[in-house]
Structure formats: structure tokens, C-alpha cells
């Protein structure tokens, strides 16, 4: 039996096109997960891992919808190998339980590892980059600026919140905060 597993890093990425991969490719039933794969416990992974018997492949999109790190790729394959279980990944091909085919597996995990491994510290030098500004803020941007908030705190001294949360759109515990976050910055 043909297993496929698809997985996205975040709820907001979307499944559709490794699973219209995984189905043709053959595969019959396919474990969908939403998480990040830097975490250690990925329970659809496992319960595909449990699933998989004697004969039955496993089908990924990508190596690295496989593996968080080269290690965890190679002990992974090792074990399914020790089950009598193939690893198709589509984007590498068959991964063979031969000499040759756990060298070439190998090189490619330790490369998407390295990959991944590069995207973690491009991000982080852009965050120290980024925090090195005036305006640096953690965290999701704001959804109003600060004209419109400072707009909206002057009607408060002559409305009240829900007036002004209706006129301006921005809620009450916004308007409380960034009232807060101005006279902490005026102490």
C-alpha cells in the first residue's frame, strides 16, 4: 500500500498541491498536518510511522516535509528500511535500501538541513537588522497608525470609547494600550 504524509509549516499555508501530488502518485490514504516541523512531535508523522507495514511505501513531496535534520532523516529511513517499508520522495525519487541510495540520501539530508539551517540564520539577521531601528516593533504590525490612534484618543476627551470605537474602528483595548504605551513614554 502507497502512504502519502503532507505538511505545512503553518495553518495559513495550504495542502491542496502536495495532496493532488501524493494522489498521483498512487497514494491511497494520506496524513495531512499543519505544524512546524522544527517541533518533535508531529502526530499525523506518527501514526503514518505506526501504520506503515512490510511492502507499503511511504510518499513525501519534499525532503524536508520528511525530516527536520539530516540525523532524523537517516534514523527514520534506517528504521523503515528495518520494516521491510520503501521512502518514495517525489522531488529526490526512490530512496533504495542500497549502499548507493543511503549515501545519495544522506548528502541530500545533510543538504536540506543546510538549507534550513541558512533560512534560520538569514531570519535572525534580519530580525538583529530590523531591531536596530527606531520604529522596531515585535510582533504582528499594527493595524493603525499611530495618526489615526492619536486621532482617536483626541475624541476620547470628548466621547466616550464605544463612540469612538464607532467612529474610528479602532477597539477599546487598543485605544487603552497605546493611551498607556504614550504616557509610559512621557515618564
Known amino acids: 500500500m502507497r502512504y502519502g504524509y503532507a505538511r505545512v509549516s503553518t495553518t495559513a ?37 505506526e501504520e506503515l507495514q512490510e511492502g507499503d511505501t511511504l510518499v513525501v513531496t519534499k525532503l524536508d516535509r520528511f525530516a527536520r535534520s539530516a540525523i532524523e532523516g537517516i534514523q527514520t529511513v534506517r528504521a523503515l528500511f528495518a520494516r521491510g517499508v520503501k521512502v518514495h520522495i517525489l522531488n529526490m525519487g526512490l530512496v533504495e535500501n542500497s549502499p ?32 536596530q531601528r527606531d520604529d522596531f516593533r515585535e510582533g504582528r504590525p499594527r493595524k493603525h497608525s499611530n495618526k489615526q490612534v492619536l486621532h482617536a484618543l483626541e475624541l476620547l476627551k470628548t466621547h466616550t470609547y464605544k463612540e469612538v470605537e464607532a467612529m474610528t474602528g479602532i477597539k477599546k483595548r487598543t485605544l487603552i494600550n497605546r493611551k498607556n504605551e504614550l504616557k509610559s513614554k512621557q515618564l
Open 13 to 49: 499555508q495550504d495542502l491542496k498541491l502536495q495532496i493532488q501530488a501524493l494522489q498521483a502518485e498512487g497514494c491511497e490514504i494520506i496524513y495531512k498536518e499543519k505544524f512546524t516541523g522544527t517541533k518533535t512531535d508531529r502526530t499525523e508523522f506518527n501514526k503514518v510511522l
Open 100 to 131: 548507493t541510495g543511503r549515501l545519495i540520501f544522506n548528502i541530500l539530508s545533510s543538504f536540506a538541513e543546510f538549507e534550513r539551517d541558512m533560512i534560520v540564520e538569514r531570519t535572525q539577521e534580519g530580525k538583529a537588522l530590523a531591531k
